[in-house]
């Protein structure tokens, strides 16, 4: 069975490379002879990526892919190393003495890739569409306070607030929806929401070439205001199997594999042994979360959540499954982000404590039978996970075997990324794979969808005890100005969450890279959802 599976992935991995139109990776500079003249090729970096990178639209989500969005399309505010938040289209900006009133200073200059110029009536342009749709972004706490967008002329522009929101200028950072289109890729009705005419940024890339579920092609954007990228191309092919992904790469037909869970662990261990290939392993770029649904039956008792964590040797999963990569997690939030430091009891692997605070619950097991029991019902739940995910499926099996010890019975099924957020937007899932936001998101976002309904965490939470009073805390400590008093309720709220175990951390994800010798200057970005590919170059 196993020869049958590999010739399989094999034979995957030919069909893919040779319906691939794209020609070979070119992780060195190649020349070409034209008249007796030697001309450099264009310098191209070939990656991979599981899924479409769908519509280019800066204020959409999935299926619109982040790093590709972020190639395209910029920023007012600018994540930088350590969080510290950096002029980027906007240059300067000041906050009025009530927190209530941004001032914009925009970057002179700045143009399109269709050489149109960005201007605050423009940036004013993408804020109005956002906004009209703001039932959409409901996640990010600065598109429920803002009241109104001014563009008092071609280079300031105005955010009035409706009350005082302390993380205004993070949630200016992110990849979306807050970035800007140019005003020729507005559809006629300006509701960017329904699509747009054509993905136009000020970013230093721009899609060039697009070939549905197949590749994409990404070439420099000639009117970019900032440092040119080092290289000319950039080639995504998808490939949604990673160990497919894994063969492209070794065959030379991918010059760089980036990004996270696209590949297994024990594949980037091994490929960095072998010493052919350059390798990067990120610091934590957030907590891999299991979700547990409190609105579903027998999870709405916390004696079977704390059961459930007690019934799973999460170390010996983690060290195994990401080859003692990642480490094991005990904080929702990893003690590097704001307000995040603090100390928690961790629920250690323990069997016997496991049996026991399910038998307190009434889930016994009956005689000759492998299943608890309640009223006659079985104590079963359904774990969904991202089936392209290298590391979601081995952990979600390896819970389904150690929850089976304790008699509880997992099933476990595998969804397209789309279909995994439908769910866990529509509360309509029992256990699923989640994580925070990372940078520059957290805490403050994830606080922020604790409370606000429609985007999975609150209404999985909605039966943990003293939810109404948390959710009264996480209104005031996005509202409050005082540094001492915001410390106070974040470390208050992470607390409760944690003694709640509804939210059961994992391990702190890892960004992986590999590349070929050829490349340097490769970076992660500061921010987890951006790209990395301003720095690389080709030949040392």
Not at 34 to 43: A, H, L, R, V
Not at 151 to 159: G, I, S, V, W
Not at 260 to 287: C, H, N, R, W
Not at 299 to 304: A, M, N, P, Q
């Amino acid at each position: 069975m196993f020869a049958s599976r590999r010739i399989k992935t094999l034979a995957a991995c030919l069909l893919v490379v040779s319906t691939i139109l794209m020609g070979c990776s070119s992780s060195q500079s190649q020349e070409t002879k034209q008249g007796g003249t030697e001309t450099p090729k264009e310098k191209i970096i070939t990656m991979s990526w599981p899924r479409d990178i769908g519509p280019m639209n800066p204020h959409v989500y999935n299926p619109s892919q982040l790093i590709a969005q972020s190639m395209i399309f910029e920023p007012l505010v600018r994540y930088g190393d350590g969080g510290k938040l950096e002029p980027h289209l906007a240059e300067s900006w000041t906050i009025s003495p009530d927190g209530k009133e941004y001032t914009f200073k925009l970057r002179a200059n700045v143009k399109y890739s269709d050489g149109t110029k960005f201007t605050a009536a423009n940036a004013k342009k993408n804020f109005d569409a956002v906004l009209t749709n703001s039932k959409n972004h409901t996640w990010l706490g600065v598109i429920n306070v803002i009241e109104k967008v001014e563009a008092p002329d071609e280079q300031t522009l105005k955010l009035m607030l409706k009350q005082p929101y302390s993380p205004t200028l993070q949630d200016l950072a992110v990849v979306r929806p807050v970035r800007f289109l140019a005003d020729s890729g507005f559809p006629d009705d300006g509701d960017t929401s329904k699509g747009v005419k054509q993905g136009i940024g000020t970013g230093p890339w721009m899609l060039s070439t697009y070939k549905k579920d197949e590749y994409a092609e990404f070439t420099k954007n000639p009117n970019y205001w900032g440092p040119a990228p080092k290289i000319d191309k950039v080639v995504v092919k998808i490939i949604p199997d990673g160990e497919t992904r894994v063969l492209a790469f070794e065959k030379g037909d991918l010059d760089l594999i980036f990004g996270e869970g696209v590949i297994s662990m024990d594949s980037f261990k091994q490929l960095k042994a072998g010493g052919k290939y350059e390798t990067s392993l990120s610091e934590p770029v957030g907590t891999r979360l299991l979700v547990l649904n409190t609105t579903k039956g027998a999870l709405g008792d916390l004696k079977v959540r704390e059961a459930l964590q007690y019934g799973f040797n999460k170390k010996a999963m983690v060290d195994g499954i990401t080859a003692g990569l990642e480490e094991k997690a005990d904080n929702i939030l990893s003690k590097n982000f704001p307000y995040t430091n603090i100390n928690v009891t961790p629920r250690e692997y323990n069997v016997d404590k496991a049996k026991a605070l399910l038998d307190q619950a009434g889930w016994t097991l009956p005689a000759g039978k492998a299943v608890r029991e309640k009223d006659g019902k079985p104590l079963e739940f359904e774990l969904i996970y991202e089936k392209t995910d290298q590391i979601q499926k081995p952990m979600a099996e390896t819970l389904q075997a150690e929850w089976a010890a304790i008699g509880v019975k997992l099933k476990i099924t595998g969804l397209e990324l789309a279909e995994q957020i439908k769910r866990f937007r529509g509360s309509e899932f029992e256990m699923n794979f989640s994580s925070n936001y990372g940078a520059p998101y957290d805490p403050h976002s994830f606080i922020h969808i604790v409370k606000e309904k429609g985007f999975g965490f609150s209404d999985a939470l909605s039966k943990i005890e003293g939810k109404q009073e948390m959710d009264k805390q996480i209104a005031e400590a996005l509202l409050s100005t005082d540094e001492n008093k915001r410390k106070e309720l974040y470390g208050s709220i992470l607390k409760q969450l944690q003694e709640q175990s509804a939210l059961v951390p994992l391990s702190y994800i890892k960004k992986t890279a590999v590349y070929q010798k050829g490349i340097s200057g490769f970076a992660f970005p500061d921010n987890r959802e951006d790209h990395p590919f301003n720095s690389i170059m080709l030949g040392k």
